[in-house]
């Protein structure tokens, strides 16, 4: 049967990946440049007004909005990536996709999720009826709004980012404490899902009840199913133990003819 390896330094990349990946990370950060300078030239200045216009922009709750949306995509995507850790100790998904895709997808959605977190809070520097500042952002307890929970949102924010760069540090620290780390995500989980819940704005609606609920439950079953299979592999390998145990004492006292 074939072996699964995660070891990513298996992976290697042909140097046209690795210039085409560069490319587009020039042109990706030249189209921003360019962006920003076009900006500032007149034409650019209407074009901003008109934008301005078209997505009502200069509305006071615009980026109150961008905040809200955002928040809500990484908590979705915080939510699928922690079914598909879970799916990867505990092989739910091996019938219908190969696991290192699997770890990968995962891998991939935790990073999207960071993502979507840092617009969740960077845009809230820009909001005008709210504006919060760096410190207000970074330091738990602190926020103008709702503080404790908003807090509790910074921590669990702290924790996912320590496991999303523990990827990148398997092979240094050890499968142990990655493993270890990782658990966390747990922790990040629940507290994100706290933070959503008593710190959002739309939780009174019916759809972000349901959202909450259901999400939550789904992760609830699905770590439960992991300790109990955890805990019966444990067993399994005591008894496997014992076995060997019991063999090798049978065999030192086995009389010799
Ligand atoms: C530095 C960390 C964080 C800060 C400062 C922060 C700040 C805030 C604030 C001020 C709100 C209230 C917005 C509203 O009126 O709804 C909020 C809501 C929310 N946040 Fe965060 N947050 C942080 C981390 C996170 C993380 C890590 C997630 C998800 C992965 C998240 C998901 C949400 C969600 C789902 C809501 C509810 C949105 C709504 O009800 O419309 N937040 N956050």
Redesign the pocket.
């Known amino acids: 049967m074939p072996t699964l390896s995660l070891n990513k330094q298996n992976r290697t990349y042909s140097t046209w990946q690795v210039l085409v990946s560069i490319l587009v990370t020039f042109i990706f950060i030249g189209l921003i440049l360019a962006v920003a300078v076009a900006a500032m030239t007149p034409v650019g200045q209407s074009v901003g007004t008109f934008l301005r216009w078209l997505f009502a922009a200069d509305s006071l709750q615009i980026w109150?909005y961008v905040?809200?949306?955002?928040?809500?995509i990484?908590?979705l995507?915080?939510w699928l990536s922690i079914v598909l850790g879970l799916a990867v100790t505990s092989k739910y998904l091996d019938g219908m996709l190969d696991r290192l895709f699997t770890y990968d997808f995962h891998e991939f959605i935790s990073l999207l999720?960071?993502t979507?977190?840092l617009v969740?809070?960077l845009v809230?520097t820009l909001d005008r009826y709210?504006p919060?500042s760096l410190a207000?952002?970074?330091v738990p307890f602190i926020?103008p709004?709702?503080p404790f929970?908003?807090g509790v949102?910074?921590i669990?924010?702290?924790l996912?980012l320590l496991v999303t760069v523990t990827f990148y540090l398997r092979n240094r620290i050890g499968t142990r404490v990655f493993r270890i780390i990782h658990v966390l995500s747990l922790l990040?989980y629940i507290?994100?899902t706290l933070?959503?819940?008593y710190?959002?704005?739309?939780?009174a609606?019916p759809s972000?009840q349901i959202l909450y609920k259901v999400s939550s439950l789904v992760v609830l079953f699905l770590t439960v199913y992991w300790l109990v299979l955890l805990g019966l592999r444990k067993v399994e390998t005591s008894r496997q133990a014992a076995r060997l145990d019991a063999s090798a004492i049978h065999k030192h006292h086995a009389p010799v003819r």
């Open positions: 109150w905040t809200r949306a955002s928040g809500i990484a908590y995507l915080l999720s960071v979507f977190t969740h809070v809230l709210l919060y207000q952002i970074l926020s709004y709702r929970w908003v949102g910074v669990a924010f702290y996912t990040g507290g994100t933070h959503g819940y710190a959002g704005t739309d939780t609606l972000m």
